[in-house]
């Protein structure tokens, strides 16, 4: 038994880390400078598909303080490799999916705007720049494919051997017996939708800088990313060196959102020039290498379908996804949409029948990769907008329709039609929260008042369930040094969640400890042998096991010296708020001094070593589950379609709350990303596949303005899955706010007829509606 200390877990515990990060005193990549380190510089392609006919590199070599120009022609005659794919998936006949790879160099032909042409390494960045700026590239140019839902029907071929730009035909589900459904059914709601394409836009862009030692042949490499081990081993690859030859350091990281989850030719190429130069080089992105060359999130066009029976239950679910990939293919793309996106499209409902596909699709725009939530809320959007609209057509209320639908909770664990095994969930008990704390009775009287001001309001809901604690083992190490001060070593870190914080907490439970005493270190691969990073909403799930894994080591050890400390058998010994004591008596001591004594080699038991140093492994064998209902209320101005988002309400189930206060934080910074896609981003290319939202100017990003304080409400229904019963928190906003959101507008504008409207919602699209509904009635 362990007893829950001030600032254990269980607490609201403020960030540890704020002061630093919010006094100017963070580490980020810029910050980082090497003695005589060099800048590197991208020239990229402003065109989004071409041949290149030629390289003239000969005057930007010449140029001064000019030390290197790389092209991809020199990367082929070193035998540099491709960038990694993770996460191949395989067509519906078995085969596997195409693969484009992501060159660090284009050696013949651009794919899309933004694609790197020469890396240009100088004294300073300035000189870079303008050497990259004589080079001349000799371009014969091509027709490009940019729409995601014409991709497969264009003339235009982004790979040469991967017909139809198809990269993937993925299929799951049963044909026949969802057919069987939809000719059985009483209704059928069908809608088609766009899942917006938006730009990560990072607070801090992406970075790298390389040192290599030709002494030891091996590189170190500071980088911004969301895992150093992961990072290592495709950069590795790349290099067809040995996981020793390469040590990778993560500082502090400004956002990650799953874009910095994987490597960038930008930082092979760094490597490269260290390499070469046999000095440090260094890049920093700009914001315009970031719109263009960080990888996008979303891009989808989506058929659904919804088969109900007279009662109102669920009888099957068709849903045809095209996803776009990009130009290639990047770490985890090809399983965003597929898995856990489609599988996830039975959302909280019992649903006998599912047909689903989903095509990847090639075009010449921005690779696209993880974006908070990654998948599940692509699925959820489809799923929530399509139980609103049956809702409506059938006159029933929305809220009513979900609860006939859902899973109960005496059915948990749970198997899902599409093979998913849910471990735990209340889902009517949030639905009832939510619509209890949010007035769902009693929106009609409101919405009767903000008519009587010239306003429509609109109140919408969406009930959401989401997969996470992916990937594979997570270890942690618990050390204490001779003064009987504690470091946790984790494998995942931070990018502005809060890990200092929550893993200086469990190991304050488990131990005693001071809380604000302990440090952790992450992000070197050089401190910690094993982890599998940030992603997915795994972090406390599996790295905090780990931790109690080793702290359970290190309590053992304790035990076995505390007992010799105090001549008494083992057995007799407990451990309990940083003291061990022998049952029944009132003796006892601190777990500093046994730390101390366990230093000393002379004074231990015969068998143990010196030291206070173990090491957790921890594998999560099932996934987690969390979810939640998600409330919006929104004032629409009929004269100029701008709307005001009035009201925000989520009553999520994240497992047991371990930081109440970090979790409200990752709630609302995930409702802020989600509404911003709704109502404000969208990353837009056009015909000839120049990317027209390339800067703040053209990008709408949300204000904290822009939003009502955000009304956070929980209900801890544990997972089986991890000792901990924690379930995922970091991705809920972005899952369950797209649709609240867009439900909410629908009803806003249901007196005009609109069913649907797709994100991004801006006040122009809006208008258009209102009066194009207003022609309507009149005719």
């Not at 992000?523 to 909403?537: E, I, K, L, M, Q």
């Not at 702290?551 to 400390?565: C, D, L, T, V």
């Amino acid at each position: 038994m362990v007893t829950v200390r001030k600032f254990g877990a269980g607490k609201s515990v403020r960030r540890t880390e704020d002061r630093r990060l919010l006094t100017g005193d963070g580490w980020y990549l810029d910050d980082v400078n090497l003695a005589f380190q060099a800048h590197g510089h991208v020239l990229r392609s402003p065109h989004a598909h071409a041949r290149i006919k030629s390289i003239d590199t000969r005057a930007a070599k010449a140029a001064p303080g000019v030390l290197l120009v790389l092209t991809g022609a020199d990367a082929q005659a070193d035998g540099l490799g491709t960038l990694p794919c993770l996460a191949p998936v395989k067509n519906r006949d078995g085969s596997r999916c195409h693969i484009g790879g992501w060159t660090l160099l284009v050696a013949d032909k651009v794919r899309y705007a933004g694609d790197g042409i020469a890396f240009v390494v100088a004294e300073t960045l300035d000189q870079a720049r303008d050497a990259a700026e004589l080079i001349e590239v000799e371009y014969e140019i091509l027709p490009p494919v940019v729409e995601t839902g014409g991709a497969v029907d264009s003339a235009a071929q982004v790979w040469d051997d991967c017909p139809r730009n198809l990269c993937c035909d993925w299929a799951s589900g049963e044909v026949e017996k969802t057919d069987a459904a939809f000719a059985a059914a009483a209704h059928v709601t069908e809608l088609d939708l766009v899942n917006n394409r938006v730009v990560v836009a990072s607070m801090e862009a992406r970075g790298a800088l390389a040192d290599y030692d030709p002494g030891d042949d091996r590189w170190t490499l500071h980088v911004g990313s969301q895992g150093v081990h992961g990072m290592r081993g495709g950069l590795a690859g790349v290099f067809g060196i040995g996981l020793n030859q390469l040590r990778v350091v993560t500082p502090d990281v400004g956002g990650g959102f799953g874009m910095k989850s994987g490597a960038y030719p930008e930082y092979a190429l760094v490597m490269w020039a260290a390499r070469t130069l046999r000095r440090p080089v260094k890049w920093i992105g700009e914001r315009s290498d970031a719109f263009l060359s960080d990888t996008h999130g979303r891009d989808h066009v989506t058929h659904g379908e919804l088969a109900l029976d007279m009662a109102g239950k669920i009888l099957g679910l068709r849903m045809h996804i095209t996803a776009n990939m990009g130009a290639y293919i990047s770490v985890f793309a090809p399983t965003i949409p597929t898995e856990p996106g489609a599988l996830m499209a039975s959302g909280v409902y019992a649903i006998p029948a599912v047909d689903l596909s989903c095509k990847l699709v090639y075009t010449n725009t921005t690779p696209v990769e993880a974006y908070r939530g990654a998948g599940r809320p692509e699925a959820a959007y489809v799923v929530e907008r399509l139980m609103d609209k049956a809702a409506r057509e059938a006159g029933l209320d929305p809220a009513e329709l979900r609860r006939r639908n859902f899973i109960a909770p005496d059915a948990f664990p749970y198997t899902t039609v599409t093979g998913l095994k849910y471990d735990s969930g209340d889902y009517a008990r949030s639905l009832d929260d939510a619509i209890k704390h949010v007035g769902w009775a009693d929106r009609a009287a409101r919405k009767a008042a903000a008519r009587a001001r010239g306003k429509l309001l609109g109140t919408g809901l969406a009930y959401y369930v989401e997969i996470c604690g992916t990937g594979a083992p997570e270890a942690a190490r618990l050390k204490f040094d001779s003064s009987g001060e504690l470091t946790v070593f984790v494998g995942t870190g931070p990018s502005g969640q809060g890990h200092e914080t929550a893993f200086a907490q469990i190991a304050a439970d488990w131990l005693g400890q001071p809380f604000d005493k302990i440090r952790v270190v992450t992000g070197d691969t050089d401190a910690n042998d094993y982890g599998h990073g940030t992603g997915g909403s795994r972090s406390l799930q599996t790295a905090g096991p780990a931790m109690s894994l080793a702290a359970e080591k290190i309590i053992e050890k304790g035990r076995k010296i505390a007992a010799h400390m105090m001549e008494a058998a083992e057995a007799d010994v407990s451990f309990d708020d940083g003291r061990f004591a022998i049952s029944g008596t009132d003796k006892a001591v601190a777990i500093q001094e046994v730390v101390k004594r366990a230093f000393q080699a002379g004074r231990l038991p015969p068998e143990l070593e010196p030291g206070m140093d173990e090491l957790g492994y921890y594998k999560q064998e099932a996934f987690t589950f969390p979810n939640g209902c998600h409330v919006a209320e929104v004032e629409i101005d009929p004269e100029t379609g701008e709307i005001e988002l009035v009201r925000y309400l989520a009553v999520d189930d994240f497992g047991k709350v371990m930081n109440p206060l970090l979790v409200a934080g990752q709630v609302h910074g995930g409702v802020a990303q989600g509404v911003g896609q709704a109502l404000w981003e969208g990353a837009s290319y056009d015909k000839d596949g120049q990317l027209v939202t390339g800067s703040f100017m053209d990008y709408c990003l949300p204000r904290a303005d822009d939003f009502p304080a955000i009304e956070f409400h929980y209900n801890e229904v544990p997972s089986s899955a991890n000792p901990f019963g924690v379930k995922g928190c970091g991705e809920a906003g972005c899952v369950g706010g797209p649709p609240a959101v867009v439900n909410a507008v629908v009803d806003a504008l249901s007196d005009y007829g609109v069913d649907h409207i797709d994100m991004p919602v801006t006040a122009q699209s809006v208008w258009r509606a209102i009066h194009g509904g207003r022609k309507a009635i009149a005719e």
